[in-house]
């Protein structure tokens, strides 16, 4: 893989426009051969956690192909197990939607608007001798269904009459039994080698309040059920969902063929994205964000989209890195490191260049003039010139970082020491002159000197020294908070369970570091919310949220070292 195009600007496709996938190839050819006269997706997320990357996946791909084909994309809450759902979900899910720049229009849609058809429609297959009320209990129904090597055994309620299923399945519906005492499930065939296919359940009876229909209804359809007959009805052509819905594809079929025969939804099945170095699956996000392991659902380092808007990842970056991991049909495990290259290379373009302290020490140029303070030209981004140049003030007091001196150099230490010289960025050259410590033998504050001929455009500014480092002038800095990231596991695989160890134990103690006492260039006393900067050797940084007049909070988006792209090169 280039690190420099995606495949469109590689000119691999066809069509330059269209993406590169086998579900784009399939919607082609169903588009030439008429099979579908426009192409209609939706993305189902059911409102039980925030969305994640994973979903953001999915997202670029129902949206991205409805939009490159002309056609449409419908957002549907797939809310049919009322226990778990909340409005909370619901709204994060529309933000988060559209912060990645798509757009549902008037197309929302909840699987709660169908409760009625597919009760109706269940009463349709009753009548036609395609459904039955039974009344076993789920221990049972698990063991009449037999295993993938043995066929299973009809339930003893299978043959109950049309009548008879009926009038229960109504009572059902009325409440009039308790919890989970019955269900209505399909009548289609307990040999057969799929177990999607024997006599899968459709209706489960649960008093739960859900938060569209509240109580108005005690039973509630199952997935495999509603699903294909949401799409049926939202005239969906092409439902695309992950590789584990394979199996149930023949069920998908039969509900269409059984209910809403003559609709046009076809299943199809991609690689889910997974991730090493994080968790992806609802339940376990829950679980960090309720057992207070993060700061909640938007906690810079979880991988939810909003705790990634939060950390300073822009759309473009997501939407980018989506393209790249590309549509697969097997499984496979993608380096968080690419997803640190994508934020990487459109900041690169976008962010301007400042200077930040983040572990200050106190300069006093003594051979410069007191109370003088002269403001430097610097540009602020070298990738990208109309982005233009802004006044830095430079004084008798800097701050420069504690780790940039060494009393006692190791080798190829080229920063500063004393009787060292260093160039500071857009400024002058300066040289140590003398340290000054506390009773303790703390280094407190240097003593240097500045050479005024090494300006920029000054009679020795061509002079050279191995070092440059960058600075802050203590009357103009801005105090800051800044917070830096690790990853939140020490171990690639933390969903793994084949240690038998909950996957919380391998948290990173380490994985957030907040440092109080930062100093930034006074360029960043307007800076807003999400505004994004690239601190000069440290990395790409976005004002969080936490943030007051006065009292800026910074969290580094991702370092400077692109540990990926090496990697791409060496495999050159
Ligand atoms: P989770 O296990 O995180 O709860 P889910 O599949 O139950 O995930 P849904 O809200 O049902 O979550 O997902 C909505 C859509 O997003 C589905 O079509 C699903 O296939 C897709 N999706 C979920 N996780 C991923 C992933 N890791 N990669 C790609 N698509 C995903
Ligand atoms: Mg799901």
Redesign the pocket.
Known sequence: MTTAGTPDEAGLGANRDLPVNFIQDIISNDLKTGKVRSIHTR????PN?YL?I??A??ICLNFGLAKANNGLCNLRF?DTNPSKEETEFVESIMRDVRWLGFDWDDRLYYASDYFQDCYDWAVQLIKEGKAYVCDLSAEEIRAYRGTLTEPGKDSPYRNRSIEENLDLFERMKNGEFPDGSRVLRAKIDMASPNMNMRDPVLYRIMRATHHRTGDKWCIYPMYDYSHPLGDAKENITHSV??LEFADHRPLYDWFIENVRPGSEPHQYEFA???LNYTV????KLRRLVEEGFVNGWDDPRMPTISGLRRRGYTPESIRDFCERIGVAKRDSVVDIGLLEHCIREDLNKKAQRVMAVLKPLKIVLTNYPENQVEWLEIENNPENSAAGSRKVPFGRELYIEQDDFMEVPVKKFFRLFPGGEVRLKGAFIIKCEKVAKDAEGNIVQLYCTYDPDTRSGGPASGRKVKGTLHWVEASHAIPAEVRLYEKLFLVEDPDSDEDGTDFVTKINPNSLQVLNNCLVEPELAEAQVEDRFQFLRHGYFSVDPDSKPGALVFNRIVSLRDSWAKIQKTAQ
């Open positions: 993305f189902p997320p059911e956690g994640h994973g979903h996946k999915s797939d969902c992950t889910r994205l997974n992806m699956s609802k339940r």
